[in-house]
């Protein structure tokens, strides 16, 4: 991106984050739920039912076409599923779909024709043909139901609330296993269909929204009109979905980039509010559309087109070209477009890597204010995720086998969102070439387009690519759990010779150690700095270095690259008394807490360049520092009590 242009987004970025927002998002950390519907909450919904899914793999699912009415006064549903699929296995005997049983199944044909199921309360609907099917047979299934969909409040499922502006809306959430709730359906990631028809019919003053391309607009009696949505992508089953309110539509195209442009189609309320208020944030999801395509690889959709419907959703749901969204947000936005290529292009094959979705979208965030604002907020946000991680212990991105019926901990925002976009971040740093780090993410995404992957499938391309060994990277921090806690000791002689002393432990038992490079940085008394990489091999490692300047201070990973927390920086042979700073990240007062009292000790704060902003004196074991007048970002506490000086960073959101 040249620099003329990205001054342009800079500015542009600056402009609409605070004018129609009143508030940086730089160095703050959103929740994962303000950016995606599935993190943890009081309302969650465990999977009723354990389904056996190789069940599943006897038929391969090519076609579905959901032809439904609804209205926005309730979760009233009624209409036809039709699938069309062939056999796999040499021979299938009996079917199995999955739908709740709250809905009523009016009658279920095959081929054409009637036949006897058997729909059970555990949301299992089973039959069996009349003569056993053979391996590639194809065949067509409609199911006729209706009732109320039961979402228990639950915000799964299909959906209609109260949007506060003068309208109804109603929206579906599938992910990760509630699809069987609205519609029936094979829950299976690995079987894609190869296109999908939603054709919803409704009274004539709303509008739906839904994947792929609106065909056809159909008046029908009684002041009804059916919506035709059809989209000829490969589609998994948690992403299809549809929105339905008086909706009003502000749509555009990005700039032509590559040749093309890709269409952009935002359904929100009719009131104007939402337009008036967050018109530029809107606009800005062109740019965001396309620097996404200069870091991916071209839209995945560019036939059909990019969305966003407005709903009552929490955060949002990367439903494939039309994304369900609450609002505009920064984040929210970003992270739910970068999911086209991460999550929809390319999805998960088991949710035991659903890293693949969450950890590369929330990764999205970090590239958006890398290249919209700049490093330093970028950073800013790394450290605070980081900060985030290291609250626990222990915990894998690797989502265990006996957890998959648990969506909390499938879609654990420190670990599937903010550990697997750390992760990444540090693969990023390992290959130390971004070039090469967007080229595997762009051939991960042309090696397994419209299918689905596995982390090891990441993994293959990465070590291909880069013709490295990343088997124990993946190891102690994918499969892995905790981070390593270091201590830092330095000293410099009077001939300027600098030994620095690294003591690593880990927070965790289960991985009692982390083999790894990072990065050191050395300010000096004359203003200058340095950086140099540091390769801990084993737990304790010393370095020796030649200098010809004096060292003022240290600052380990001063880039936030790697996964550590640094529990204490000491200069000379004696060290201060510990001291803990809480809470941290921090608004607006933090305390220091000492472990010895009484002693004299000048407190100086830096920002993240290193220049003092504030100085102040402190004699107790207890020190209260007001940062509210700070803005959001890094920062660093320099405690000197006149024989020794210890570093600490502090993250103020």
């Known amino acids: 991106m040249n620099s003329g242009i990205k001054t342009f987004l800079f500015l542009y970025f600056l402009i609409s984050i605070f004018l129609f927002l009143g508030r940086s998002v730089y160095a703050q950390l959103p929740d994962p739920h303000d950016f995606c519907s599935h993190t943890k909450s009081i309302k969650s919904k465990q999977r009723q039912a354990s389904f056996h899914y190789q069940e599943h793999d006897a038929f391969d699912v090519h076609f579905y076409y959901l032809n439904l009415w609804a209205e926005t006064n309730?979760?009233?549903?009624?209409?036809?599923?039709?699938?069309?699929?062939?056999?796999?296995?040499?021979?299938?005997?009996?079917?199995?779909?999955?739908?709740?049983?709250?809905?009523?199944?009016?009658?279920?044909?095959?081929?054409?024709?009637?036949?006897?199921?058997?729909?059970?309360?555990?949301?299992?609907?089973?039959?069996?043909?009349?003569?056993?099917?053979?391996?590639?047979?194809?065949?067509?299934?409609?199911?006729?139901?209706?009732?109320?969909?039961?979402?228990?409040?639950?915000?799964?499922?299909?959906?209609?609330?109260?949007?506060?502006?003068?309208?109804?809306?109603?929206?579906?959430?599938?992910?990760?296993?509630?699809?069987?709730?609205?519609?029936?359906?094979?829950?299976?990631?690995?079987?894609?269909?190869?296109?999908?028809?939603?054709?919803?019919?409704?009274?004539?003053?709303?509008?739906?929204?839904s994947n792929g391309l609106l065909t056809a607009t159909i008046p029908l009696d009684h002041d009804k009109v059916r919506y035709e949505w059809k989209s000829h992508y490969p589609i998994d089953y948690y992403l299809i979905s549809f929105s339905l309110a008086e909706y009003m539509e502000y749509s555009f195209f990005t700039p032509e980039q590559y040749g093309r442009k890709v269409w952009i189609q935002n359904y929100m309320y009719p009131d104007s509010a939402m337009y008036k208020s967050q018109k530029a944030l809107i606009d800005c999801t062109k740019i965001e559309m396309n620097l996404l395509r200069e870091k991916y690889g071209e839209y995945p959709f560019i036939e059909e087109k990019y969305g966003h419907c407005i709903s009552r959703i929490g955060g949002g749901m990367e439903h494939q070209t039309m994304t369900t969204q609450a609002n505009f947000s920064f984040h929210l936005s970003i992270h739910e477009m970068g999911h086209s290529w991460f999550g929809d292009q390319v999805t998960c094959a088991t949710w035991n890597d659903i890293w693949l979705n969450e950890g590369f979208a929330t990764y999205t965030q970090y590239l958006g204010l890398e290249n919209m604002a700049d490093k330093a907020s970028a950073d800013g946000f790394m450290a605070a995720m980081q900060s985030v991680v290291r609250?626990?212990?222990?915990?894998?991105?690797?989502?265990?086998?006996?957890?998959l019926e648990n969506r909390d901990r499938i879609f654990s925002g420190r670990l599937s969102?903010?550990?697997?976009?750390?992760?990444?971040?540090?693969?990023?740093?390992?290959?130390?070439?971004?070039?090469?780090?967007?080229?595997?993410?762009?051939?991960?995404?042309?090696?397994?387009?419209?299918?689905?992957?596995?982390?090891?499938?990441?993994?293959?391309?990465?070590?291909?690519?880069?013709?490295?060994?990343?088997?124990?990277?993946?190891?102690?921090?994918?499969?892995?759990?905790?981070?390593?806690?270091?201590?830092?000791?330095?000293?410099?002689?009077?001939?300027?010779?600098?030994?620095?002393?690294?003591q690593q432990e880990s927070s965790t038992v289960k991985t009692p150690f982390f083999r790894m490079d990072y990065d050191i940085q050395l300010f000096f008394t004359d203003g200058s700095d340095t950086i140099f990489t540091m390769h801990q091999q084993?737990?304790?490692?010393?370095?020796?270095?030649?200098?010809?300047?004096?060292?003022?201070?240290?600052?380990?990973?001063?880039?936030?690259?790697?996964?550590?927390?640094?529990?204490?920086?000491?200069?000379?042979?004696?060290?201060?008394?510990?001291?803990?700073?809480?809470?941290?990240?921090?608004?607006?007062?933090?305390?220091?807490?000492?472990?010895?009292?009484?002693?004299?000790?000048?407190?100086?704060?830096?920002?993240?360049?290193?220049?003092?902003?504030?100085?102040?004196?402190?004699?107790?074991?207890?020190?209260?520092?007001d940062i509210g007048n700070l803005p959001a970002g890094v920062f660093f506490i320099l405690i000197d009590d006149g024989q020794s000086t210890v570093l600490k960073k502090l993250i103020k959101y």
């Open 74 to 209: 309730d979760v009233f549903l009624k209409g036809f599923v039709e699938i069309q699929g062939s056999v796999q296995d040499d021979v299938l005997d009996t079917i199995y779909l999955e739908l709740d049983y709250s809905l009523h199944i009016d009658s279920l044909l095959f081929n054409k024709k009637n036949i006897s199921f058997t729909h059970s309360q555990n949301g299992i609907l089973f039959f069996s043909p009349s003569q056993a099917l053979i391996k590639d047979e194809p065949f067509i299934i409609r199911v006729y139901y209706q009732g109320m969909a039961n979402n228990s409040g639950s915000g799964r499922g299909y959906n209609s609330e109260d949007s506060h502006h003068n309208t109804r809306v109603n929206w579906t959430l599938s992910e990760p296993f509630y699809s069987k709730d609205w519609w029936p359906c094979k829950q299976d990631l690995q079987d894609k269909a190869d296109s999908v028809w939603i054709f919803i019919s409704t009274s004539s003053k709303n509008k739906v929204g």
């Open 391 to 403: 609250r626990e212990p222990d915990g894998s991105v690797f989502v265990p086998n006996d957890q």
């Open 417 to 502: 969102y903010y550990k697997g976009a750390v992760i990444i971040h540090m693969i990023r740093y390992v290959l130390a070439n971004d070039d090469l780090f967007f080229h595997v993410l762009q051939q991960y995404q042309s090696q397994y387009a419209y299918k689905t992957a596995s982390a090891e499938d990441f993994k293959n391309v990465l070590e291909k690519l880069s013709g490295n060994n990343f088997e124990e990277f993946f190891n102690l921090w994918y499969y892995g759990e905790g981070f390593p806690i270091y201590y830092f000791e330095w000293e410099q002689a009077v001939n300027n010779s600098f030994s620095l002393k690294a």
């Open 538 to 625: 084993e737990a304790e490692e010393t370095l020796f270095l030649q200098l010809t300047k004096r060292v003022k201070a240290i600052l380990p990973n001063p880039k936030s690259s790697n996964l550590m927390e640094v529990k204490g920086v000491y200069s000379g042979l004696s060290l201060p008394g510990v001291v803990s700073i809480e809470p941290n990240p921090a608004h607006d007062i933090v305390m220091l807490r000492f472990t010895n009292s009484n002693q004299q000790r000048k407190l100086s704060v830096f920002n993240s360049t290193l220049q003092k902003i504030a100085e102040k004196k402190a004699f107790n074991r207890f020190v209260e520092l």
